[in-house]
């Protein structure tokens, strides 16, 4: 078992930065990839990006591209998204997510709120 606590959301003005935390306990950190998703209102969640198990690989969604950025610190068993330039539709409750060998996101945390305002 895996559990996982983000940390981090709150409101910001467009074009505004945030870090967002994901605290990870329960077992070895760096068994797991992991991955950040969100979910605006009224819509499906959606996948962010992710971090490889060792940290050397990253993945994002497009629209995220160069202004997100995940990182991973396996000293403190978190994971991290920075979030620059934020526009009002980044607006939504962000999730992370632990992937295990069966490449499925087995263990999500609570989410966290964050709201860019225009």
């Known amino acids: 078992q895996v559990r996982l606590v983000e940390s981090g959301g709150g409101l910001v003005q467009a074009g505004g930065s945030l870090r967002l935390s994901c605290a990870a306990s329960g077992r070895t950190f760096t068994n797991y990839a992991m991955g950040w998703f969100r979910q605006a209102p009224g819509k499906e969640r959606e996948f962010v990006g992710s971090i490889s198990r060792s940290g050397d690989r990253t993945y994002y969604k497009d629209s995220v591209k160069g202004r997100f950025t995940i990182s991973r610190d396996s000293a403190k068993n978190t994971m991290y998204l920075q979030m620059n330039s934020l526009k009002v539709e980044d607006t939504a409750v962000y999730y992370c997510?632990?992937?295990?060998?069966?490449?499925?996101?087995?263990?999500w945390g609570q989410g966290t709120q964050v709201t860019v305002s225009s």
């Open positions: 997510a632990a992937s295990g060998d069966r490449g499925v996101y087995d263990y």
